[in-house]
């Protein structure tokens, strides 16, 4: 059967412009070459063989361009495009002069993804909000969300409002991982029980190839509502550093005689992150049994085994490509 | 179940219990170099930094890693930067000082802006004002100088005006230029470089002319103290403080241009003055020192001496009124009619004068520019009507100085020159002084010039600043022959003037900012018919200007 071995696409389209490709960039931690930038339009189709949330591939597509070009390669070019999506994000310029025509545009995808992928999940994501005035942006935005709502049907769209300049577009994109991990309440529970087992402080569970947080546990109130952003942001520059030498990120232990955190691979689509302030962690405690460290290591690899688990058994979809591989 | 059955390599490294701590029990050691004061603990957590301020740090570091530094992609627009107390400046030693003014680009306050435009609209004419007056007649001259300094305000308003009723268009790095690309297209486009080259050249026409005036005269002073030869060849007022009139019996309504053939240096004359001659030898020795200088890459090593304009045009104004005061004023006044040795206050050559003076006013190429970075934009138009006033204050006390100071019962105010400094002996110290360092701040403007006609003709043609030295040598040759050619046979600088001045007035000052006001305000649909007929007005006054040039 080739199509189930095919795979399954994330669509991420919207007019020359809006901003995907810095999206992609800042979302996925990908460098953005000169060149690649603004020439008018993505010249080609972007495949980033991204292993996002399992086997899904990131595509790219500039959509009603100025270019007659792109305008017969998307139309003849249509079905293969639109078939087996899984997720369709499509962006919005807020600041377009064009309304009409995007909407215009936005319709012939959600008719081609109609017919070619019905089942697919439609997000909307109205982008660069920071060029509206702060006591416009919420008017702005439910506007647009009606007018789209009201066009998406019968099919159903998820709105977002986001600018990389603020903390929307990294809640904008978590919202959607959120969506679309299986049995995410599951996940969330076992995550619950196993921060309190552990007794960490936090519990974060990041997507491995964009780090934003699927779901996370914590003990207590912390002080930063931005940690998770910045969290993101430190590690895909880590991550960049370490390809420059051609090696990967795999874990990371980060401690004071505060606290200590532990970022390691999780699951197959997921990192998890573990924030442990016992205060029994002091510097000269030397105990004849592991250190601490090590402790909370081979519960968080004895978890990731339970964890797989769960993401495999329930898993529909895209986990039945692993197993038929 | 054993834990160690999967993986028999540890997850970390080998780590000995003991050494991992040492290590953080020197905190100094392992600080990093920016924290987050809310994230010391133990701190009073004093909300030093807005959380949204923090989140933007943290995103401006991440983004900064995905292009290249200096791609503006990923740059932060100024609207999301946070206002500058949430900038701090973080010192390795720990303290954070807190970023002082707040912009990234120099706002100058504004006493320094008016400066700037004075510096820079403070040129040649300066030396013509006196013959500029004598052209218009006395009274009559200083009204026009008043008049056109008010009337080129006016217009330069206009030109700071026009790229904020632009719609729809980030205006912000816009030139004059481009706001007539805008309205009226490529045709827009041409004309306004073709009539900015005009200015441009023309001003270096009349450096190179007066470049050899200097050098000659700094030449013939050295000679003349060396040899210790007084010259008295030429007549004028006796006594220490004396005034010459180089070409007597002057036509008065011609230029001095017609008796130059008649009073050149023949093949008679010592050796000095046959190798050392204002028209005949010196014009082609300037091209030795300055057609290098003209191919430099780049003039931003010129731009550093433009504080020798400032300090000419404040020794012109000590040199004036010294002069003045040593010599007493002559004036008399006959309105209409003239006598031996005075001219009527109202002549019929006042359009030499209001030519000179679109010149002279002449700064509507680069106003914009020069505006924007004053700190208190709202008071631009303030700022620039107080440097009009100085500017107008500065040729009007010259010119009404050295008129008045003429001394005329031996001499005919007639004699003033297009150059005033012509009206003084080479052997007049002072004035040796003038002359040799206005030869030296010449030499170090005239790239610039060049610099500028380079720049914006290959740029327009070619779309490179510096297409290929051919290019920019061939563009060279013709600036400085031209140069050479008018000193050869044309040296009058009040003439090369008006002309110039008059033909991008005519452009630059009075058509394109009125028609531009026009249509824009004709597009909004509040085109009213008094600012319709007065801006009309304005243009029918350019084309006068111009016409008055050639035909008076």
Known sequence: ?325 | TSIMDEDSKPLLGSVQAGEYYTDSLDPKQRRPFHVEPRNIVGDDPQERVSAEAAALSSRVHYYGRLTASSDPLLVPPDHVIPSPEDIYIYSPLGTAFKVRGGDSTAKNPSIVTIFAIWNTMMGTSILSMPWGIKQAGFTLGIIIIVLMGLLTLYCCYRVLKSTKSIPYEDTSDWEFPDVCKYYFGGFGKWSSLVFSLVSLIGAMVVYWVLMSNFLFNTGKFIYNYVHNVSSSDAFGTNGTDRVICPYPNLDPDGDSSTLQYYVSDNSTGPVFDRWWSKTHTIPFYLIILLLPLLNFRSASFFARFTFLGTLSVVYLIFLVTYKAIRLGFHLDFHWFDSSTFFLPEFRSLFPQLSGVLTLAFFIHNCIITLMKNNKHQENNVRDLSLAYLLVGLTYLYVGVLIFAAFPSPPLSKDCIEPNFLDNFPSSDVLVFVARTGLLFQMTTVYPLLGYLVRVQLMGQLFGDHYPGFLHVFILNIVVVGTGVLMARFYPNIGSISRYSGAICGLALVFVLPSLIHMVSLKRRGELRWPSAVFHSFLVLLGVANLFGQFFM
């Open chain 1, 1 to 325: 059967m080739s199509s189930t071995a095919m795979k399954k696409k994330v669509l991420l389209m919207g007019k020359s412009g809006s901003g995907k490709t810095s999206m992609r960039s800042i979302i996925f931690a990908n460098y953005i070459a000169r060149d690649t930038r603004r020439l008018g339009a993505t010249i080609d189709v972007e495949h980033s063989h991204v292993r996002f949330l399992g086997n899904l591939v990131l595509n790219l597509w500039d959509c009603g361009g100025q270019d007659t070009f792109m305008e017969n390669y998307f139309t003849s070019q249509r079905d293969n495009i639109f078939r087996n999506v899984e997720v369709l994000i499509y962006v919005f310029d807020v600041e377009s002069r064009e309304l009409e025509k995007d909407m215009h545009y936005y319709q012939s995808c959600l008719e081609a993804i109609l017919q070619n992928s019905p089942d697919a999940k439609i997000f909307c994501l109205v982008h660069k909000m920071d060029l509206v005035q702060e006591d416009q942006r919420d008017l702005i935005f439910k506007e647009r969300e009606e007018d789209l709502k009201r066009l998406s049907r019968p099919l159903a769209c998820t709105c977002f409002r986001t600018s990389i300049w603020d903390e929307t577009l990294y809640k904008a994109w978590s919202s959607i991982v959120y969506q679309l991990i299986p049995n995410v309440q599951q996940l969330e529970c076992n995550l619950r029980n196993f921060a309190q087992i552990i007794e960490a402080d936090e519990v974060l569970l990041f997507e491995r190839a964009t780090f934003l947080v699927i779901s996370h546990y914590q003990c207590k109130e912390q002080r930063d509502a931005h940690r998770f952003e910045k969290i993101s942001n430190i590690i895909k520059q880590f991550k960049l550093s370490c390809s420059k030498l051609a090696a990967s990120f795999q874990s990371m232990e980060v401690r004071n005689s505060n606290f200590a955190a532990f970022i390691d691979v999780f699951t197959s689509n997921t990192y998890v992150m573990v924030i442990m302030s016992d205060p029994s962690i002091r510097p000269h405690t030397v105990s004849h049994s592991l250190p601490a460290s090590a402790a909370t290591l081979i519960n968080i690899r004895n978890a990731r085994r339970h964890f797989e688990k769960l993401e495999r058994v329930d898993g529909p979809k895209h986990s039945l490509h692993m197993r038929m591989r």
